[in-house]
């Protein structure tokens, strides 16, 4: 499996141990920009970035999901801001959409 990891170096370069090909940006802005030249460039089947960056990265992933394509998988994981929480808002966003009603966790 080919995985990237996207996000400042702190960030990166454990997963740059692991085998994963990591690619720098401290903003959300690059990272935007980097998560969809990748994702349409198709060599990657997961892309790993900071949680902080999911509101930046969010229109990106739903394209690649509304184009239907299974890969990449987008994986959302806290860096050391500790800035976490994001995904999980996202989530309960989603869902209560699909029941047609508020869900509170």
């Given at each position: 499996?080919?995985?990237a990891?996207?996000?400042?170096?702190s960030?990166?370069?454990c997963?740059e141990?692991?085998?994963?090909?990591g690619?720098?940006?401290?903003?959300?802005?690059a990272?935007?920009?980097?998560?969809?030249?990748?994702s349409?460039e198709?060599?990657f089947?997961?892309?790993?970035i900071?949680?902080?960056?999911?509101?930046?990265?969010?229109?990106?992933?739903e394209?690649v999901?509304?184009?239907?394509?299974?890969?990449?998988?987008?994986?959302?994981i806290?860096?050391?801001?500790?800035?976490?929480?994001?995904?999980m808002a996202e989530l309960?966003?989603v869902v209560?959409l699909?029941?047609?009603?508020?869900?509170?966790l």
């Amino acid at each position: 499996m080919s995985v990237a990891v996207i996000g400042p170096p702190s960030f990166i370069t454990c997963f740059e141990l692991i085998g994963a090909e990591g690619f720098d940006a401290g903003t959300g802005e690059a990272v935007a920009e980097t998560v969809r030249d990748l994702s349409d460039e198709g060599r990657f089947q997961l892309i790993i970035i900071p949680e902080r960056f999911a509101e930046e990265t969010r229109s990106v992933r739903e394209s690649v999901m509304n184009r239907g394509d299974i890969t990449p998988v987008f994986a959302l994981i806290p860096d050391f801001t500790m800035e976490t929480g994001m995904r999980m808002a996202e989530l309960q966003a989603v869902v209560s959409l699909a029941i047609g009603t508020r869900l509170e966790l």
